[in-house]
Structure formats: structure tokens, C-alpha cells
């Protein structure tokens, strides 16, 4: 086979691969593979501190039994909605992890809450709106943060409230973080903490 023709071969090749591994990477997050193990005793912990300051909140006191329908934006396993679900009329856990969204959904069962809270992969536009929207550490994630932010408050109803706990430009999320993952202040990485 003359070189021209066996570049051409390798180039066509080299796309199949390209192609096999973007699809496998959109139907496959790589929170996938740490769902069944994500629950440790200090990610517990961090889910109930969370949800402590969030019940510090002046308008969460003024109103602590009746924070009606929550969204746990990137759940997870849905630690921090479980932190929460007591004070919630319901609760949905979104995340676009199948593994986690599996193992939330088995707690919830577990649990017997069943009637109070879902976890879902679907898109928020089918979700309706919320009067509380949460994220732990989930909006460092997303490419385009502004337009993710924008999304989640037009599901936001009337007087609702968002808290976003997540990484800052510090040296400490410049610590957490590989170099290769820094997009300016900003950190892309799909999984491998190491948390
Ligand atoms: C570091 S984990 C945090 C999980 C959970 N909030 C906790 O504190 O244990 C980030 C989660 O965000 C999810 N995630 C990342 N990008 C997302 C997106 N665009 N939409 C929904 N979930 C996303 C991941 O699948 C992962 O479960």
C-alpha cells in the first residue's frame, strides 16, 4: 500500500477512535464508576455542615418547616438532600451521573421516602420550579457556569432562594486541582478528586 494510502487509512482510523470515545464519554460520567463508594464518613460530615449553615440562614429560620420544593443540583448520591428533606415539602436530586442518580434513588427507597423525594437525570426544563435550589460542589463542573446559573434561576419560583457551595479561585482549589484542569479562574475536570 503506497504511504499516502496508509496515512489516509490511519487518519480514518484515528476518527473511529475519536468518535468511540466522545460517545462513550456522553452516555458514561466518571462519577459513574464512584457512585457505589462516593458516601464516606467525611463526605457525610460535609453534607451536614452544608446543610447547618444553610439552616442559619435568616429566611430559612423565618421558615424552617416549609421550604417546599428543592432542587440538589449535580446530588450526587444525594447527601445534602438528605440533609434537607426534613425541612422540604419534596426534594429532587438531579445529576447527570446514571450511577449516582441509581444509588440515590436505592437510599431514597431504603429510607422509605419515597413520597418526598426523587432523584432524576432528566432535564431540569421537564422539572418545574423550585422555591429552594442547592449545589455542593457540583458548578465547578460545568462548562458555562454563567448560562447553567441563568438556567437554574428561571426555575427559581417567586421569593426562592439558590445556594451554591463550590471552589473559589484560591490557592486551595489551585491545590485540589490539576493544572491541566484550569480554564483561567475556573477548574474542568469530570470526577478524580480524590475526596
Ligand atoms: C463533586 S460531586 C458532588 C456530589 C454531591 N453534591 C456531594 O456533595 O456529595 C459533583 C457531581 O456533580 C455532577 N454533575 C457534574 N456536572 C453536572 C451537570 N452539568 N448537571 C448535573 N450534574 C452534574 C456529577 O455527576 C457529580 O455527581
Not at 464516606?40 to 451536614?48: G, H, S, Y
Not at 420544593?69 to 447527570?96: A, I, M, N, P, Y
Not at 447553567?148 to 473559589?168: K, M, P, T
Request: aromatic residues 6%; hydrophobic residues 40%; proline residues 2%.
Amino acid at each position: 500500500m503506497a504511504l499516502r494510502q496508509r496515512l489516509d487509512l490511519l487518519r480514518w482510523e484515528l476518527r473511529q477512535v475519536k468518535q468511540l470515545i466522545g460517545a462513550h464519554r456522553s452516555r458514561h460520567s466518571s462519577f459513574d464508576a464512584r457512585a457505589a463508594t462516593w458516601d464516606t464518613p467525611e463526605k457525610v460530615q460535609r453534607a451536614v455542615w452544608v446543610g447547618d449553615e444553610i439552616r442559619q440562614f435568616a429566611w430559612f429560620r423565618a421558615a424552617p418547616e416549609a421550604m417546599g420544593r428543592c432542587l440538589d443540583f449535580g446530588c450526587g448520591t444525594g447527601l445534602l438532600s438528605f440533609e434537607l428533606q426534613k425541612h422540604c415539602r419534596h426534594v429532587t436530586g438531579l445529576d447527570e451521573s446514571s450511577g449516582m442518580v441509581e444509588v440515590m434513588q436505592e437510599k431514597i427507597c431504603a429510607a422509605g421516602l419515597g413520597s418526598k423525594m426523587m432523584a432524576t437525570k432528566s432535564p431540569l426544563a421537564t422539572l418545574g420550579d423550585f422555591d429552594l435550589i442547592v449545589s455542593l460542589l457540583c458548578i465547578h463542573h460545568v462548562r458555562d457556569c454563567q448560562a447553567q446559573l441563568g438556567e437554574l434561576a428561571r426555575h427559581l419560583s417567586r421569593g426562592g432562594r439558590v445556594v451554591i457551595v463550590d471552589f473559589e479561585a484560591t490557592e486551595n482549589a489551585r491545590l485540589f486541582h490539576k493544572k491541566s484542569e484550569a480554564k483561567g479562574d475556573h477548574y474542568e475536570h469530570d470526577g478524580c478528586l480524590g475526596m
